[in-house]
């Protein structure tokens, strides 16, 4: 992936989501972790798109969702050093 690429948003989400995977201490870095940066801002698109199709709270109903699989997600304390970029062509 080249961020130059991407829009400033893209990379503020890609940029939340791998801080994420960090602070959870995951050794990956996956979509899961890019969804939950995603609708973790109200004003974002995701956000939006759920609220506008099905309701604010259905939209807080999936964050909640989203957050508790992150959570089962394996993690390592202390956390890794370095977590490599999310490649799903990999």
Known sequence: MNPDKFTHKTNEA???AHELAM????AQFT???L???L???????????ISNACGEES????????NQA?????SQSPPPD????????Q
């Open 14 to 16: 890609l940029a939340g």
């Open 23 to 26: 602070s959870s201490g995951h």
């Open 31 to 33: 979509s899961l972790h």
């Open 35 to 37: 969804a939950c940066a």
């Open 39 to 49: 609708i973790s801002d109200p004003s974002g698109i995701f956000f939006q798109a």
């Open 59 to 66: 939209a807080r109903a999936s964050e909640r969702v989203l």
């Open 70 to 74: 992150l959570k089962k997600l394996p």
């Open 82 to 89: 370095e977590i490599p970029e999310y490649n799903p062509y």
